[in-house]
């Protein structure tokens, strides 16, 4: 009985504060643009589940096509960009790797669609995900502006801002859910502020708890494919294995606060 697709509030937030702020968006409606492309892959999912009553939504193979569509446009868009493509900033020591073009935009839009579905997975307790963006989206605020990237320092610091008001009606127990519509989107601006400030490879570390929820169920399924039926974790994404523990939902959201801020600060170390 919970109200879902909350994901709008969140999009219209981060979206109207992202453009009454920017001085020079530059590059701001190509965040925009995968962020609320995102949106509404999920919002189409989360329609299709909420209204006509099938509980698997759009398929799989959908969404990814969708996903990868909306990232390499992007991507392309980014590679012929001199001040990014093909290059990426190398975590801990300051410096640029120059990929040859085929592997920039592989990689890039990979880590775009694998952020973007590793943030949805990272949403199965009451404002974990919420919480956990806008953890990561501060520190990405942090780093664009290091990087005189202003208008992503912006873009970062509305979506960090507007997990946060969602938090408020999100928190356990949640009054609405932010559903697909929401972490799709989120994960998407995520996956996108990386791209733009050249930053891919430190995203994997911002987003290091995305990451791990996401290496998870890869390892999980993987496992069980292999062994015929048994389970690494009592059950996949990995907070739902603490939570079948013993560990309540508040503690299971508050720690992987903690380990998001962790990864936040690390990553800030890292550039």
């Known amino acids: ?38 949106g509404l892959i999920g919002m189409i999912d989360d329609y299709i589940i909420v209204v006509t009553k099938r509980s698997l939504g759009l398929k799989a193979r959908q969404k990814l096509i969708g ?24 975590p801990f020591t300051g410096s640029l790797i120059y990929l040859p073009e085929w592997l920039y935009v592989l990689f890039s839009t990979l ?6 579905n590793a943030v949805n997975i990272t949403d199965g307790c009451d404002g974990l995900a ?12 942090v780093i664009a502006y290091m990087l005189g990237a202003g208008d992503m320092a912006i873009f970062a610091a509305a979506v960090a801002g507007a997990c946060f008001g969602f ?27 990386a791209v733009l400030t050249k930053t891919q490879l430190l995203l994997y570390i911002v ?15 993987a496992y069980f ?18 939570e079948l523990s013993g560990w309540s939902e508040t503690k299971v959201t508050v720690r992987f606060w903690l380990i998001a801020m962790l990864f936040g600060l690390i990553g800030y170390i890292a550039l």
């Open 207 to 221: 987003g290091g708890l995305f990451v791990i929820e996401a290496l998870s169920v890869i390892l999980q399924v």
């Open 111 to 116: 880590t775009v669609v694998f952020i973007g």
């Open 167 to 193: 938090s408020w009606f999100n928190a356990y127990p949640a009054q609405v859910f932010m559903g697909d519509t929401g972490s799709l989107a989120l994960g998407g601006a995520l996956g996108a502020m």
């Open 225 to 242: 494919r292999v062994t015929h039926g048994k389970r690494i974790f009592r059950m996949s994404p990995l907070h739902h294995h603490f």
């Open 130 to 141: 919420a919480g956990s963006t806008a953890i990561a989206a501060i520190a990405y605020s």
């Open 67 to 90: 996903q990868i569509l909306i990232a390499l446009a992007v991507v392309i868009y980014a590679l012929n960009e001199p001040r990014l493509g093909p290059s990426l900033l190398v």
């Open 1 to 38: 009985g919970t109200p879902t697709m909350g994901g709008v509030m969140i999009i219209a937030a981060a979206v109207t504060a992202a453009l009454l702020m920017a001085d020079e968006p530059a590059l701001l409606p190509l965040a925009l643009f995968v962020s609320v492309g995102y």
